[in-house]
């Protein structure tokens, strides 16, 4: 087996998730791109791999260890990312034989980590094939999940939606983009699926980059469609001072700075200067006038930003629930305790950002969380200083008087947030 086919791919990944705690999916770009010669079906694999694993680690994990004496745990890390890559595609890939995962498995461990792992992992994944019936992939997933997390979501979005956040609702979630004002789409790109939730939003599925492709220079934007909608709520109209408290790396600021087309006064905040920096070169490269940027800590306070701001959003960090069908690794990260406490960091952050707001200005807060400790009860917390009001943007207009919106994957198409519009008084 070629240290450069998927089923290797997938077991780098899946070492780095766990060693270095990266992002699967960053991790993934990172080792496709270095093996660029890679066939599109390896790449495929590839991926398939990567997240099934991560989405069904527990049950496969709890498969394995009853043919490991020590517990897999034990096992060393390069070799274990292998067993799994394996286990799920003996359990759960009814196209790949199990003596070719077998086989696949063997050649990379032997490869990496020479010919007595190799041995042992033979041994293991033979029993493994011979030990028992496929796993239904729904439920595997479902089951894979932390309990708590489980519950949580079953509890405030319901079973159905939590399956389809936890990714066990079938089909993967497209990759949006958001097209840009006064810039022809591409062919491709006008016959795209359009989005549920955004008017701006265009959907592919299973073709890759977008960026790639033609006009992924200056025709869209690759946004998640439930981003954009965040973005989109906060009503951002030409002449207004506008303040991105949580800027990131600037796909919301880059919508603000296309409706101001040029006038008022926009402004990026960060607690990472290395973020705003890419921001502002995002920005520039898309032809934009760039904002003026502030490195901020605003748990803390406000640092050098002015205040007078007609709009402030405040894209606060959370657990990023509402996101685990991307990013599985995140159920393998948190624990009961973390939406309290993040809650407590939201809270702080929000009242801070909305003090920058002038009197009658609007403030939105979103979080990609759709867990209640994250979204109405940090609503609550900020009541004495904050009045809810209803959204004022026309692409919310469906929600006349409500001042709270939870995006979900069935109801919406989108990732899960939890969006909340206030006047400051």
């Not at 079953?154 to 079938?170: N, Q, Y």
């Not at 087309?261 to 960060?270: I, K, M, N, R, Y």
Request: net charge positive.
């Amino acid at each position: 087996m070629s240290v450069q086919s998927g089923r290797a791919v997938a077991g780098r990944v899946l070492l780095r998730v766990e060693k270095d705690r990266a992002y699967a999916a960053a991790a993934l770009n990172a080792e496709l791109a270095r093996h660029p010669q890679l066939d599109p079906r390896e790449r495929a694999l590839a991926t398939e791999l990567t997240y099934g694993v991560l989405r069904t680690q527990a049950v496969l994990g709890a498969r394995l260890g009853a043919f490991v004496s020590r517990g897999l745990d034990k096992t060393d890390g390069a070799v274990r990312a292998h067993l799994l890559v394996a286990a799920y595609q003996i359990l759960l890939l009814d196209r790949v034989p199990p003596f070719a995962a077998v086989d696949a498995a063997v050649g990379l461990v032997r490869a990496e980590r020479g010919a007595k792992l190799a041995g042992f992992a033979n041994a293991v994944l033979r029993k493994l094939a011979a030990g028992g019936p496929h796993l239904d992939k729904a439920a595997a997933i479902v089951e894979s999940a932390p309990a708590w997390l489980r519950e949580r979501l079953e509890r405030d979005v319901g079973s159905d939606e939590m399956r389809a956040l936890l990714g066990a609702a079938g089909e993967e979630p497209a990759v949006g983009v958001r097209i840009r004002p006064g810039h022809a789409l591409p062919e491709w790109l006008e016959q795209a699926e359009r989005g549920r939730a955004s008017p701006l939003a265009r959907l592919t599925r299973g073709e890759g980059d977008p960026r790639r492709r033609a006009g992924g220079a200056t025709s869209f934007v690759v946004q998640e469609e439930g981003a954009q909608l965040v973005g989109l709520a906060l009503g951002v109209r030409p002449g207004e001072r506008v303040l991105d408290a949580c800027a990131g790396r600037g796909q919301k600021t880059s919508l603000f700075a296309e409706r101001l087309a040029g006038s008022g006064e926009l402004w990026a905040s960060d607690l990472h200067p290395a973020k705003l920096e890419q921001l502002v070169a995002e920005i520039e490269r898309l032809g934009l006038r760039p904002p003026r940027t502030a490195a901020v800590d605003l748990s803390v306070g406000v640092g050098d930003l002015p205040g007078g701001f007609d709009r402030v959003l405040v894209d606060a960090p959370c657990s990023g629930t509402g996101t685990l069908r991307r990013r599985p690794e995140i159920a393998l990260r948190l624990g009961p305790d973390d939406p309290a406490r993040l809650a407590e960091l939201q809270a702080k952050i929000l009242l801070n950002a909305a003090s920058l707001a002038r009197p009658g200005g609007r403030v939105v807060y979103a979080v990609c969380s759709v867990l209640r400790e994250e979204a109405e009860e940090v609503v609550a917390r900020v009541a004495g200083a904050l009045a809810p009001a209803p959204f004022d943007a026309p692409e919310l207009a469906a929600l006349a008087g409500e001042t709270s919106l939870r995006l979900l994957p069935l109801r919406h198409g989108t990732d899960g947030y939890f969006v909340a519009s206030f006047v400051r008084a």
